[in-house]
């Protein structure tokens, strides 16, 4: 089953919508992705198809109007909800959490420099990126800050990049101080409407009569779509809790080319402009090319492709969009090798003229000549990013990581203390990763794993 719509006539892409919907049908089979929805928008194209079924084994098929969960693409909505305050005076970027937020007692047992607004929106805030609370089905933001507020963080504010769902769990909470209300209640009223979107939250009553695309794992080489059921604890709702279709993040991504009818009366090209800016020190190695105010940096500096991917329990979604050019991209998956379906789909785009930004890890030198074993040494011990604790242990003439979630990789060391974990267990591809100084520490101090950042605890043994 398919759904397709083509606006307009165009001489941009070399295909048209049912073309398209082929294509993309042939792509969701290879990667055992059951349904998902492509949209494209740019000056003459405006491209909506949807494939496949909401659940594996089951007839209701996906149509345009679909909800999909978001997962981390709820930031960037999060992201852009905190700017319209900031442009309203609501919210100061730069003004310390503890001015703010009364239960925010200075976390990093008084770190000198204080967390802010701006820090948590570009992830270089310290903050640990998941915290988990002994009641995770409270939805009270409050109660949940408080116990954050009072953990140490992983750097100075400001210094290092650490991807941190956390962070914008208290974005959420900043919103509710700003506006009085909820972060959802505040994200419906100020963005999603005007933006004509309807959306599907993953937690609280529903808002409207949209059918939720079932969530499905598929175990690599094996292929067959599993249906699971997204666990996210309503707290986490600001950081992965939104849902809705391509079209409805096509018209998101709009709003930030400019190209939405309501662009300029949500947030004003200024605005726009300064969530687009990259922050100098966010370096997320391993994601993205650099990183702005919520929104993801993709390709070489010359470039202004920006987004976010989103990934939650038997999902995966992706947004791209050019502010330049104003074309965007939108894939929504209800599979978790959704982000394989993408990676296919933006080779295809390519191949039919339209260069998606997209990051590209650069390939790593040859494996580095140096097993001195005391630089080996030097790199043994635990690192910690909250509950997640990474031991690096020596193996045969290397290195071997591991954590408490059954992950096994041997480690492959190349310059500048870059590596690559390749898995024990499985054919994965294997993950781009690097060892850090910490600045508020003398020596190798952090430990960095795709965009997410742990700190050295014990030198191990």
């Avoid at 953990?151 to 919103?175: D, E, I, K, M, W």
């Avoid at 809705?244 to 400019?258: K, P, W």
């Avoid at 045969?396 to 059954?406: F, I, P, Q, V, W």
Wanted: aromatic residues 6%; hydrophobic residues 35%; negative net charge.
């Amino acid at each position: 089953m398919c759904a397709a719509r083509r606006n307009r006539s165009t001489d941009g892409l070399e295909m048209d919508a049912q073309q398209i919907t082929d294509r993309l049908r042939e792509l969701a089979e290879k990667n055992a992705v059951p349904g998902a929805q492509l949209a494209y928008v740019s000056s003459t194209d405006d491209i909506s198809v949807a494939i496949g079924v909401r659940c594996h084994g089951r007839p209701e098929p996906v149509d345009t109007q679909t909800a999909f969960p978001f997962g981390s693409v709820t930031k960037a909505f999060t992201a852009t909800l905190v700017a319209q305050l900031a442009s309203d005076g609501e919210v100061d970027l730069d003004e310390a959490l503890g001015e703010v937020l009364p239960e925010w007692r200075g976390p990093g047992n008084g770190a000198a420099t204080p967390l802010t607004a701006r820090h948590l929106l570009t992830h270089t805030g310290g903050l640990i990126g998941e915290h988990h609370t002994d009641d995770s089905a409270s939805p009270s933001l409050l109660r949940y800050t408080a116990s954050l507020s009072s953990l140490p963080l992983l750097h100075t504010p400001g210094t290092q990049f650490s991807y941190s769902n956390a962070g914008y769990s208290v974005l959420g909470r900043l919103v509710e101080e700003a506006t009085g209300g909820t972060w959802r209640e505040a994200l419906q009223s100020f963005l999603l409407r005007p933006l004509d979107i309807s959306p599907h939250f993953l937690h609280g009553p529903r808002s409207g009569d949209r059918s939720l695309a079932q969530g499905h794992a598929v175990r690599p080489g094996r292929g067959l779509p599993q249906p699971v059921e997204p666990a996210l604890p309503p707290t986490w709702a600001p950081a992965g809790g939104l849902g809705g279709s391509a079209e409805d993040l096509i018209a998101f991504c709009r709003l930030h080319t400019g190209t939405h009818p309501a662009a300029n009366r949500l947030l004003a090209e200024e605005h726009r402009s300064a969530m687009q800016d990259p922050c100098p020190v966010a370096d997320p190695f391993g994601m993205a090319d650099g990183w702005a105010h919520g929104l993801a940096r993709y390709g070489p500096p010359s470039s202004d492709w920006l987004g976010h991917d989103g990934t939650v329990d038997g999902a995966a979604c992706h947004i791209r969009f050019n502010p330049g050019t104003g074309e965007a991209v939108a894939l929504t998956t209800n599979a978790t090798s959704g982000t394989s379906l993408w990676f296919d789909v933006v080779a295809e785009l390519r191949s039919l003229g339209l260069d998606v930004g997209e990051y590209r890890l650069p390939a790593p030198a040859a494996p580095s000549a140096a097993t001195d074993r005391s630089l080996l040494t030097l790199l043994v011990g635990d690192y910690a990013n909250g509950d997640t604790v990474f031991s690096v242990r020596p193996h045969g003439d290397g290195l071997r990581l591991s954590d408490r979630t059954g992950l096994v990789a041997d480690l492959i060391l190349h310059d500048d203390l870059v590596f690559t974990a390749r898995r024990v267990d499985t054919a994965a591809p294997p993950y781009p990763g690097r060892f850090l100084p910490d600045h508020d520490n003398d020596g190798i101090g952090l430990l960095q794993l795709t965009g997410r950042t742990a700190k050295r605890v014990s030198t191990g043994g």
